[in-house]
């Protein structure tokens, strides 16, 4: 298995661009989270997805959106970039309450 | 709200054992977890506990609860420098969702 699975590995945007932070995991998990790592700070939820078809807001969910098609994919899109959403970004899922990390896509908005 | 707090920064020798020390607000939390970062990488389970346990052995790894208190601590023993890390307590949330809530991360420097 090679568990969670996030692209890209590093970018850097433009204020106001667009993109897509891909996830994707095979362990058949239902439930899929996105979290922001910020300098010397914890992880914060952005959003999180109990299953297809669900998703919910986590503590910081202003500035993204997220889907959720299939079991395996949780992808985060950012509209317009701003540099507050500079930060590492981390996709995970869980069974019976653990979290499964993928290594993370580090972002810069300049 | 739900909060978790950590010390920033711990500095052992190679060989000592470290304690790392965390409090949390939340008294219904199901699981209380440690997680370990390695530069450039995301997030790996280390060890967790269930709220109605007091302590947890794991080879080095030894993990106390105490619930009055609020305290959860990680300690490692016989630290090496392949543990020079940062550390994650997270408290989950009690929702039964998986959603966790983490300190801000305990940086564990081993000296040789």
């Known amino acids: 298995n090679a568990g969670v699975t996030q692209t890209p590995k590093f970018r850097i945007l433009k204020i106001g661009q667009s993109m897509t932070l891909q996830c994707t995991q095979d362990m058949n998990h239902n439930y899929m989270y996105w979290y922001r790592q910020d300098p010397g700070m914890g992880l914060k939820l952005i959003y999180y997805?109990?299953?297809?078809?669900?998703?919910d807001k986590g503590e910081v969910p202003n500035g993204y959106n997220v889907s959720r098609s299939t079991t395996e994919d949780f992808p985060l899109r950012l509209e317009l970039a701003a540099p507050s959403q500079t930060s590492v970004y981390f996709c995970?899922?869980?069974?019976?309450?653990?979290?499964?990390f993928g290594s993370g896509t580090q972002l810069s908005v300049l | 709200g739900e909060d978790v707090e950590q010390s920033l920064f711990l500095s052992v020798r190679e060989g000592d054992s470290s304690v790392i020390n965390c409090t949390y607000t939340d008294s219904s939390s199901t699981y209380l977890y440690w997680y370990k970062q390695e530069p450039g990488a995301g997030l790996q389970l280390l060890t967790y506990?269930?709220?109605?346990?007091d302590m947890k052995q794991d080879q080095r790894l030894t993990v106390l609860l105490n619930k009055k208190d609020k305290h959860l601590s990680l300690r490692i023993a016989d630290t090496q420098t392949g543990d020079s890390a940062i550390y994650f307590c997270a408290e989950s949330m009690g929702s039964n969702t998986g959603k966790l809530i983490f300190g801000q991360g305990t940086t564990l420097q081993v000296k040789p």
């Open positions: 506990i269930f709220s109605n346990m």
């Open positions: 997805s109990v299953g297809a078809g669900i998703t």
């Open positions: 995970a899922s869980s069974r019976n309450e653990k979290l499964f």
